[in-house]
């Protein structure tokens, strides 16, 4: 499987949108700070995980959402995370 995901700064509440083949090991790589673009941002939670078999159509999803219209629409997406993000913490 190849997934889009979403991951929000506990530090400073940016978001940072991605693709990989693992999840779980990508996570740790940004909470180890082993991601430049990310490290100092760091640590991060998941916030929201898309599933592709097609590794080229997880790539354009990842395209889409880096884009204003994409962003615009993860935000409606996601409207009510944040709205009140504390409620829907993992952990």
Request: proline share 2%; aromatic share 12%.
């Amino acid at each position: 499987m190849h997934y889009v995901y979403l991951i929000q700064s506990q530090k400073d509440k940016s978001i940072y949108t991605g693709y990989t083949s693992d999840i779980k090991k990508r996570l740790i790589a940004h909470n180890s700070g082993q991601n430049i673009s990310t490290k100092k941002h760091a640590p991060y939670e998941l916030i929201y995980v898309e599933g592709f078999i097609n590794k080229k159509d997880a790539l354009g999803r990842e395209k889409y959402l880096k884009s204003g219209y994409g962003k615009r629409s993860v935000k409606i997406l996601l409207k009510n995370y944040f709205i009140n993000p504390e409620q829907h913490q993992i952990g």
